[in-house]
């Protein structure tokens, strides 16, 4: 199993920037995907990225492709969102997700955290 907690999020100017973190703990948090949820008010939760295990795969929603960027640190067990250029559209709660396979449907995911709130003003 897999224990995740986000750090983070905030309030920002458009144009600002953030970098949310993603705190793993349990067993070989390295073989997991891990992956970037946000869920901004009265929506539906949607994909923004997942990283693969050493990091090499790397996949974005197209609405932050160029703007965020994810890594991760396997011996801190982290899993990191770099996020520029934020847009007021870019405000939602946050969630990483973790699972053994690279998927980009929520619902299809074993383990979350709590969620962090990115608050982006105009």
């Known amino acids: 199993q897999v224990q995740l907690v986000e750090s983070g999020g905030g309030l920002v100017q458009a144009g600002g920037s953030l970098r949310l973190s993603c705190a793993g703990s349990?067993?070989?948090?390295?073989?997991?995907?891990v992956a970037w949820f946000r869920q901004p008010p009265g929506q539906e939760r949607e994909f923004v990225a997942v990283?693969?295990?050493?990091?090499?795969?790397?996949i974005y929603a197209d609405s932050v492709t160029a703007r965020f960027t994810i890594s991760r640190d396997n011996a801190r067990n982290s899993v990191y969102l770099q996020m520029n250029s934020l847009k007021p559209e870019d405000t939602a709660v946050y969630y990483c997700?973790?699972?053994?396979?690279?998927?980009?449907?929520?619902?299809?995911?074993?383990?979350w955290g709590q969620g962090t709130q990115v608050t982006v003003s105009s």
């Open positions: 997700a973790a699972d053994s396979y690279l998927r980009r449907v929520a619902s299809l995911y074993d383990y």
């Open positions: 349990g067993r070989h948090f390295e073989n997991y995907f």
């Open positions: 990283i693969g295990g050493t990091g090499r795969t790397r």
